[in-house]
């Protein structure tokens, strides 16, 4: 768990309000929430200093009154970040993150179709992964979204 | 009556069809077999073109309707029209003249033309592609074709494939000194036959089936059997121009005689597809006029100094 | 058109190169390639939100279809997450059996990508050879799961069914013929001018592209980025077992085709450990109904490259969320880099050497139930019903199957 700790007291020495927010549950795993304001500081301090250098994806969760987006971190020696983002619902808003990862476009359309998140400053492009005859507004991994019976 | 006879029946439309069929069963077979497949009953190229002139038809919208539909009966034409002029059974065709070798590689010429044109009035966008690509693969491997073919020719002094074959049998074993061509013009016959390596114009992993993508039905199995009937006729005409040799049998026995020469040119193109890849059009472009032609020079240049030195 | 030099054709939703429904569209300059627009999601079937509606053990089998080829790696994938949060200790012997799954299934997925590469060139017979030689990884995977795809080999808290000494006779004897056939094809691809004609230089993924892009898996590899979560992230048995991760600097699509062919004789190396190493004991523990709240992120190197579940558990049966990352998502980015200024001939065999596999790549929306009784049919009920149904419109089989099985009888 060596590496780990290191790299958890790495992330509270320059970011203070951290001090809680850090999980380990296993060797090679990190869960982190941070705020929406501080995102960006630790997602730079993340691939450009600690070398993260592989985004596996962005989940995107809906809980209640918040939507939650998870990006999964990824180093050379296997240690997973798992840094978590929280959004009020009614404004959905996150920054793209594709200037470190263009291949990132991929995940942030996924959210946009299915959770409804606002990817902001994200160039124009094809849906993924709804028919372009999906109806706006309807995002089906939501919670409160049912299947319509018979479609 | 017996032009009429020749014509439609023997060795006309109806001969030349059903062993065109039957040497597309014989090139499918030897191709499933060194695939390590078991391949097509014989029947199957029957059955399929049976089954093809039942099919609806269906004419793109956009498509000239008139040019469409009359290429792949002028490419039919043509190439069993080529076959009239091959000596199958006797030193002579049936009608032979001075110049026929040239008809024939012109006639050989006329289906890839038409293919170009139908794929481009067919105005889907495959078609088109397929269609440019064919045409471009024509001027690529024509050039070797005729030189090959043409040296030959130069050698016997003639331009009559009857004369051709006389000087051969007179000549017993003069036509071992056209290997080379023999070769090269295998190789520019398997790109005229659209197979691998040079089924560039109906990749169908690329442009789905190139210039025959838009066709169905009657006139799509005209295009199919017109390719059958190339195979025949261009290793006909291969085994005339090479391999000169057994007429002296014989109807019956001569017959036989360039029927295993059809064959066993027909075996070498289907070993050559089983064992390459698909090449590139610039690949092909490329390779033959870097290879193929060249060769055809020397082979030219060959039979020139043959003639100057033996014939004379 | 405007400019009659310039086409844009679709590759696509349905094209006999793609083997799944997917878009390209292709802006052409004679025969090279301008631009490229993807357009995914034709496949898209919602298995993540089907997966909140069923039970965890119902979310096993679920996953597992959501491809025909890597089935084994969603479902492993999955299993381990959950595992993961409900604290189970899954048995030696178990994680095993899952390792030899998981190489038995990269054996196979690999030589049916060499036989489509060898098919998008036009080069049938590789496709012909390997696929026959393929069929004894299906023949031994039936053995040992049942199955010859969706081995449902997988359960929470080990796997399904145990191996015995006769059936590891029989995969040892596949194997030792397939390395054989391996290093044939090695020879084949290394040799064949035609074939490295139409891959090298071709769909060039420089080093900074594929780190920049997020490519994965033999993708990655190829182009020098030393990744492999069997290494990196050590699952199942992988940190016991000794093998190569294969990299390769040529960064084209020959390099790809090296990467995979090389692997397979790792693969082969790792099943022969893992046969010679099988613990003893039991198979599985027993996995509670409810899991625990929780989360965990699971990554496993499936075939195609890195796969990734996470599982959030709230305390029931259900699962409160599922996201599953197949390989192909993360690898498509890069076709477009790879395809700029490129030759359309050479579009098949690019797309086609990423591995790509849509099913994985869209996941997802349940099947409509048209409230017809579900009829459960065994194979030969299944069999006499099309012979019967065909009989009543003319067409005799009786004949044709003598015939064959005569024939048959002979071998």
Redesign the interface.
């Known amino acids: 768990m060596d590496t780990e700790n290191i790299l958890q007291q790495k992330l509270i020495s320059k970011f203070n309000d951290l001090d809680d927010k850090i999980r380990i549950p296993r060797a090679r795993r990190i869960f982190a929430e941070v705020t929406q304001e501080k995102f960006f500081e630790v997602f730079d301090f993340l691939v450009k200093e600690l070398g993260f250098s592989h985004l596996c994806t962005i989940t995107g969760l809906d809980e209640g009154e918040f939507l939650s987006f998870i990006y999964h971190l990824s180093a050379e020696n296997g240690v997973v970040v798992n840094l978590k983002i929280s959004v009020p619902k009614r404004k959905p808003i996150i920054k793209t993150v594709t200037p470190y990862f263009p291949g990132a476009e991929s995940y942030e359309r996924e959210v946009m179709d299915l959770l409804g998140a606002v990817v902001d400053s994200l160039p124009p492009g094809p849906r993924y992964p709804l028919p372009d005859s999906w109806p706006r507004g309807e995002f089906p991994l939501r919670k409160d979204w049912k299947p319509k019976t018979g479609a | 009556m017996s032009a009429i006879f020749s014509i439609l029946i023997f060795p006309g439309i109806l001969f030349i069809s059903v062993a065109a069929l039957f040497a597309e069963f014989l090139d499918r077979r030897i191709y499933a077999r060194?695939?390590?497949?078991f391949g097509p009953p014989w029947f199957q190229p029957f059955a399929d073109f049976v089954k093809l002139l039942g099919k609806e038809e269906v004419v793109p919208k956009d498509a000239n309707a008139v040019m469409f539909k009359a290429m792949p009966i002028f490419a039919f034409a043509s190439s069993v029209c080529a076959f009239l002029y091959m000596p199958l059974y006797r030193q002579n065709s049936l009608f032979p003249f001075n110049g026929d070798v040239i008809v024939v590689l012109y006639l050989l010429t006329v289906p890839t033309l038409a293919f170009f044109i139908g794929g481009w009035y067919s105005t889907s966008?495959?078609s088109?592609?397929g269609s440019v690509?064919s045409l471009m693969q024509l001027f690529s491997y024509e050039v070797p074709l005729f030189i090959g073919i043409l040296s030959a020719a130069v050698l016997a002094d003639t331009w009559s494939l009857s004369q051709l074959t006389v000087f051969y049998g007179e000549h017993n074993w003069f036509w071992l000194f056209n290997l080379i061509g023999f070769a090269v013009c295998l190789i520019a016959l398997l790109a005229k036959l659209e197979k691998?390596?040079f089924?560039?114009p109906e990749?169908?992993?690329?442009?789905?089936a190139g210039s025959f993508t838009e066709y169905s039905g009657r006139h799509f199995a005209m295009l199919r059997l017109t390719l059958d009937v190339e195979l025949v006729v261009g290793s006909s005409f291969l085994a005339a121009v090479f391999l000169p040799f057994g007429y002296s049998f014989g109807p019956i026995i001569g017959f036989a005689i360039f029927l295993l020469k059809v064959l066993f040119i027909i075996f070498l193109l289907s070993v050559a597809r089983?064992?390459?890849?698909?090449?590139?059009?610039?690949?092909m472009v490329n390779f033959c006029w870097r290879f193929l032609v060249p060769l055809a020079f020397i082979q030219l240049l060959l039979n020139l100094i043959i003639k100057g030195v033996i014939v004379r | 058109m405007a400019d009659p030099r310039k086409?844009?054709?679709?590759i696509g939703p349905q094209?006999?190169?793609l083997k799944e429904p997917e878009s390209f569209s292709v802006a052409?300059k004679g025969?090279k390639i301008k631009g490229l627009d993807i357009r995914l999601g034709y496949n898209h079937r919602g298995i993540e939100k089907a997966c909140e509606g069923k039970t965890f053990i119902q979310d096993v089998y679920l996953l597992e279809r959501i491809c025909g080829i890597c089935s084994h790696s969603h479902s492993t994938c999955f299993v381990q997450a959950v595992e993961e949060i409900a604290g189970l200790a899954v048995p030696r012997r178990a994680l095993y059996i899952r390792t030899l799954v998981a190489e038995l299934e990269r054996v196979h997925s690999h030589y049916l990508w060499l036989g489509v590469a060898?098919?998008?060139?036009?080069?049938?017979?590789?496709l012909?050879?390997t696929w026959?030689d393929r069929e004894a990884i299906m023949d031994v995977l039936a053995l040992l799961t049942g199955n010859r795809v969706n081995y449902g080999i997988n359960c929470l808290g080990g796997v399904r069914r145990d191996i015995d000494a006769t059936q590891i006779k029989e995969v040892i004897k596949a194997i030792d013929e397939l390395e054989e056939r391996t290093k044939y094809y090695i020879e084949v691809a290394t040799q064949?001018?035609?074939?490295i004609?139409?891959l090298s230089g071709v769909g060039i993924l420089s080093h900074e592209d594929a780190l920049r892009l997020g490519a994965v898996g033999p993708t990655g590899r190829a182009s020098g980025v030393n990744r492999d979560v069997r290494r990196d992230d050590a699952y199942a048995a992988y940190a016991e077992l000794k093998f190569d991760v294969i990299t390769d600097d040529h960064c084209d699509v020959y390099g790809r085709t090296l990467v995979r062919v090389k692997e397979l004789l790792q693969s082969f190396s790792i099943i022969r450990q893992v046969l010679k190493n099988l613990p003893d004991g039991p198979i599985a523990v027993r996995a509670p109904r409810k899991i625990p709240a929780g989360e965990a992120f699971n990554r496993y190197e499936a075939p195609r490259g890195e796969d990734v579940h996470y599982v959030k558990a709230n305390g029931t049966e259900f699962p409160e969320r599922v996201k599953v990352r197949a390989p192909t998502l993360a690898n498509i980015r890069s076709v477009k880099q790879m395809l700029k200024d490129r030759?359309?001939?050479?579009?098949?065999i690019v797309i086609a050497a990423i591995d790509p596999c849509f099913s994985c790549t869209d996941r997802l929306i349940s099947v409509k139930h048209d409230n017809k009784e579900k009829e459960v049919m065994e194979w030969q009920a299944l069999r006499s019903y099309s012979i019967d149904w065909y009989s009543k419109r003319g067409v005799d089989f009786t004949e044709l199957n003598k015939k064959l099985e005569e024939k048959f009888k002979h071998k």
């Open positions: 060194l695939q390590n497949r966008l495959y088109r592609i690509r691998v390596p089924d560039i990749a169908e992993t690329e442009i789905v089983t064992v390459v890849a698909r090449l590139r059009i610039d690949q | 086409f844009k054709i679709p094209h006999p190169a052409l025969e060898g098919h998008e060139i036009g080069f049938d017979t590789l012909m050879y026959r064949e001018v035609t074939i004609e139409r030759y359309l001939a050479d579009m098949p």
